[in-house]
């Protein structure tokens, strides 16, 4: 515009323009009426920036006014042809102008209309159509990329200096804990003279005395070293420290602390935007316009203002989508933005539920509404995770506020209602496994906080939403038998189309390309014959759908089960509150009637079922503080299992009906508790649960005719159902542990554990060995020796998986290496010299008495064995004993004159200790391996068949009480032999 107006001046001058086209009067004329319009106009402007200054907008929004006002280009014009006019005015008599003086004021001054117009133009479309807002949110999207700056900055600074210094020092990754046997040396910045921020680093001067500060510690010490860009540096902040396994932890040369200072700049500001301030000052603009509007009881503000954080949320999001920086870095900042609008939107909330205006808490809920369903589109689970959990804690605030409209609680559960429908069918839509897993992750998450607010529904004594909340899931939208039919049909299209294929496939390949193809396929897993199918891609895509499919079925059933068992669950603790007096009479009535009501024999059965299996739904969240706590001293909280079983005991008395069971025809055919099979445990005894129930605890709004309640009559076939279950079920599981396979992967599992711990505990054999005297030779059945073990029916439950059992693995391979031990002792008695054990002496001078007194070389002592927790003791605490490098107290050496014996500990039950002595070349043991292994294992399934020929022996019960064993053999195939003298023996009688 400037140029423009001055190009137009200076052309009309140079062409001379008529001057009877102009109004020739005073310039001063003009020059007061260009003076008075621009006085004018940016007092207006002044005002109106001091008032968006003062009262809303925050850093970097007045900045971003200016600029898109231009009002800043425009004083600069109107100044300067102020000052131009003023000249023309001081120093040209009105007589003396020329028409390139009247052109310029006339030009000048048009332009000075015009670029004040185009100001005030562009100000009041800023302002009027929420632009200001817009820059705004810009200043925050600008912070974000600032902060996502900062780190990548950070990250370059701590690469580079990883790579720049010696390998051996540890850089930004000090030990969590450190060894409380090392110490600690440490400088911070008040020792090395740094304060403030690190704005720069010499490199090379860095890598130069940290070079030096490693080199003047020992080989052992470890130097850590704690920088990088933007660290700010004060008294705490460790830059160098030192952990060494010596007693005092060696210090650094104060010189090589010096060059490490002058390698490090410090500032007290940082020389760049981190982005933070901007973030938070824009971000607080909008919370308090938001709080404002909402204390205001203004619905239409508080829309736009939860649109300004949608569109903050939209903006961060596309920008985690963008190449600012690297995609997970990128993740953790957008990340931690979104957290900060979550709690923002949670704030919203607080005092949304303070308000209780219902237009209000309509808005926000749509906008949670809004941010789940994004989050959920987007595949985000853990952010819809923590967005979705904001339903829980708005029910919470408005439900604490006794003036909320019941409308308002409604137009919430609507929210969740609806978004129910929304993620259930996006599962059908689903058209890849991968989304398919995905959608279903996030409808878990769903229900989890649908399980809290139930939760929070009884704790809050609202029967009604309870009853809203049970609803939910049931929903038609997981129908299993829907994706039953994608298969059905899917599958029936892949075989259609694969028979086609081949076909095609035969007619197009000769005889001998077709048998390259089938060798390759055999060698490939048919791979490669696959690839060469005419429809192979709409075959990969009709498995994939398959695929989808399938996971589609588990999701749904996953869904089914999980909510039966929240179900469940929450009815449980509504009826254990309403016993303890925690939830009023009247709201437990309100939920007999619409909830408890819809439950039957077998949907009762299934919710327990499925409440008790391993690891019941969150229980853990329900075991809330009882009511009583405060009031004694202790509260014995009740079982997860007395919970649910009181409420399984109390609807079955009310369902079961009397006349269709007699006390003596119950059978596993016609009791249904017989169907109360949960996995991976035993169900529990209800016994006295029964017993316990009065029929004064009997809704009667459960009851169809409360004066025909028979209560004793159905508490006596309850409990024989119970017995009778019990009995039927562990029958029942008797059988399947007889029909069952054993499990390789359990029984390879055993002979690992198994062969360990005989290793382990053989210390006689671990002694052998370390001196080098273990001869190992593979096995053959011709010439190895007999096998020292056993064999015995081991339960074979053992080796099934999905069951609990307690094995003594560890106890018996001790057994088996002390019977061993103690046949070599016995066998090569002989080759032993036993000595006389004086009770008054202590042990450590006996054992070392007989070292010096032993007529061979002393330095042929070469290992000492020690049976019993008296002389291992004795041993360890005696001056005798040196502790060595291992890890555990007992690990060492007997030293006796500079001879160091190794110690070992328990095998030898005969003697309290054995000193092995003399020539190494008298002893051997030769070890024979089948396939390697140390311990030959096996174990074979129990035959039905009876070796008695006793007809007897094969009926049901006992092909059963058989089933329920594997024989067991365990092996081992050595030979230990002596030539000569090899050990001393004492015994303390």
């Known amino acids: 515009m400037i140029p423009l107006s001055l190009g137009l001046v200076f052309s009309l001058a140079y062409f001379e323009y008529p001057g009877e086209l102009l109004i020739y009067g005073s310039i001063e004329a003009g020059w007061q009426a260009q003076l008075t319009i621009t006085s004018l106009s940016f007092v207006v402007l002044i005002f109106l920036l001091e008032q968006i200054n003062r009262s809303r907008y925050r850093e970097g929004v007045l900045r971003s006014f200016l600029s898109s006002s231009r009002v800043m280009p425009v ?119 740094l304060d403030g921020y690190v704005v720069d680093i010499d490199i090379d001067r860095l890598s ?89 009881s203004n619905p239409v503000e508080v ?141 878990a998450d769903f229900y989890e906080v649908v399980d809290d607010m139930l939760r929070s529904a009884l704790q809050l004594g609202d029967g009604e939403t309870f009853n809203n909340l049970w609803e939910l899931g049931q929903i038609g939208s997981y129908r299993v038998s829907d994706y039953r039919g994608i298969i059905d049909r899917t599958s029936a299209e892949y075989d259609q189309e694969l028979r086609s294929s081949l076909v095609t496939l035969v007619h197009e390949l000769s005889n001998d390309t077709i048998s390259q193809i089938q060798d390759q396929g055999e060698n490939s897993g048919g791979e490669d014959l696959l690839g060469r199918l005419p429809d192979f891609p709409k075959l990969v895509r009709l498995q994939n759908r398959l695929i989808t499919a399938e996971i589609q079925i588990e999701v749904a059933q996953s869904i089914r089960d999980n909510f039966k068992k929240i179900q469940f669950v929450a009815a449980s603790h509504a009826y254990r509150m309403q016993q303890v007096g925690d939830l009023e009479p009247t709201e437990f009535s309100k ?225 088996h290496a002390d019977t061993i031990t103690s046949a070599w002792i016995s066998d090569n008695r002989d080759n032993i010299n036993e000595v006389e054990m004086d009770p008054e002496k202590p042990l450590p001078e006996k054992i070392a008495e007989v070292v010096r007194s032993e007529p061979a070389n002393p330095n042929d002592s070469h290992a000492l064995i020690l049976s019993g927790v008296r002389a291992r003791a004795a041993v360890r605490d005696s001056d005798y004993f040196q502790r060595g490098d291992g890890s555990t107290a007992d690990s060492g050496v007997f030293t006796v004159d500079n001879n160091e014996i190794p110690t070992y500990y328990g095998g030898v039950e005969k003697y309290d200790f054995l000193l092995l002595i003399g020539e190494l070349s008298a002893l051997e043991l030769v070890e024979y391996r089948n396939n390697g292994q140390v311990v030959d294992i096996e174990v074979d399934a129990i035959s039905h068949e009876s070796n008695s020929g006793d007809d007897s022996d094969r009926s049901e019960d006992n092909i059963i009480d058989r089933g329920q064993y594997v024989h067991l053999q365990i092996k081992h195939y050595a030979e230990f032999s002596t030539t000569s003298y090899f050990a001393v023996g004492g015994k303390v009688d």
């Open 208 to 296: 130069t005395a940290i070079s030096q500060a490693k080199d003047s510690l020992g080989e052992s010490d470890d130097l850590f070293v704690n920088l990088k860009l933007g660290l700010e540096m004060q008294r705490g902040i460790n830059l160098l420290s030192v952990y060494s396994d010596s007693t005092i932890a060696p210090s650094i040369p104060s010189e090589v602390i010096e060059s490490t200072q002058e390698a490090i700049y410090c500032s007290k500001s940082l020389p760049w935007k981190t982005g933070d301030s901007i973030v938070e000052k824009n971000m607080s603009h909008i919370s308090e316009e938001t709080r404002r509007a909402i204390t205001e």
């Open 75 to 193: 004083l600069y014009y109107t100044l300067s042809a102020s000052v131009i006019l003023t000249y023309l005015t001081y120093y040209h008599s009105p007589e003396n102008s020329q028409p390139l003086f009247l052109d310029a004021t006339f030009f000048f001054l048009v332009g000075t209309i015009v670029a004040i117009g185009y100001v005030y133009y562009r100000a009041v479309r800023l302002v009027f159509s929420d632009l200001l807002e817009k820059l705004t949110i810009q200043q925050i999207n600008k912070g974000i990329r600032l902060r996502a700056m900062d780190r990548e900055r950070v990250q370059n600074s701590e690469s580079i200096i990883r790579d720049r210094l010696p390998e051996s020092v540890h850089v930004n990754n000090p030990p969590i804990r450190a060894d409380p046997n090392q110490t600690v040396r440490s400088y911070d910045a008040n020792e090395t003279g």
């Open 303 to 443: 829309e736009a203002n939860l649109e300004r954080y949608s569109l903050l949320l939209e903006s961060a999001l596309e920008l985690e989508q963008g190449s600012f920086v690297n995609s997970d870095e990128a993740s953790k900042i957008v990340d931690g933005h979104v957290d900060s609008i979550l709690r923002e939107i949670y704030r919203i909330i607080e005092a949304v539920a303070e308000s209780g205006v219902t237009e209000i808490v309509t808005a926000v809920r749509a906008e949670i509404f809004r941010f789940a369903l994004k989050f959920h589109r987007r595949r985000e689970p853990s952010r819809f995770q923590r967005t979705v959990g904001l339903y829980n804690s708005f029910y919470r605030n408005l439900s604490a506020n006794p003036n909320v409209d019941s409308e308002a609680l409604r137009s919430l559960l609507y929210s969740v209602d609806n978004l129910s429908t929304s993620i259930f069918a996006s599962l059908k839509d689903a058209d890849t496994p991968k989304d398919a897993e995905s959608v279903g992750k996030n409808i």
């Open 591 to 815: 939920i007999c009637q619409t909830s408890l009501s819809q439950y039957d024999v077998h949907g009762l059965i299934d919710g327990y079922t499925l409440a008790i299996s391993k690891a019941p739904h969150g229980m853990s969240k329900w075991n809330w503080n009882d009511s009583n706590a405060f009031k004694n001293a202790w509260v014995e909280m009740p079982s997860d299992d007395e919970v649910l079983g009181e409420f399984f005991c109390y609807m079955m008395l009310i369902l079961i009906d009397p006349d269709e069971y007699e006390l003596d025809g119950i059978t596993e055919y016609n009791n249904p508790l017989a169907e109360v099979e949960p996995k991976e445990r035993k169900p529990p005894n209800l016994r006295s649960i029964i017993s316990n129930i009065e029929k004064e605890d009997i809704a009667v709004e459960l009851l169809s005719s409360a004066d025909k309640f028979e209560f004793e009559e159905r508490r006596r076939i309850l409990q024989v159902m119970n017995t009778n279950a019990r009995k039927i079920l562990k029958e029942r599981n008797r059988k399947a542990i007889a029909d069952a396979d054993i499990d390789d992967d359990l029984v390879a599992e055993f002979r690992d554990t198994y062969e360990e711990e005989f290793c382990q505990r053989f210390i006689l054999r671990t002694v052998l060995d370390d001196l080098g005297q273990l001869n190992v030779v593979e096995y053959d059945k011709d010439t190895s020796p007999l096998p020292s073990g056993y064999s015995v029916n081991y339960p074979k439950i053992a080796f099934l998986p999905n069951h609990e059992v307690i094995t003594h693995i560890g106890r018996d391979a001790q057994s």
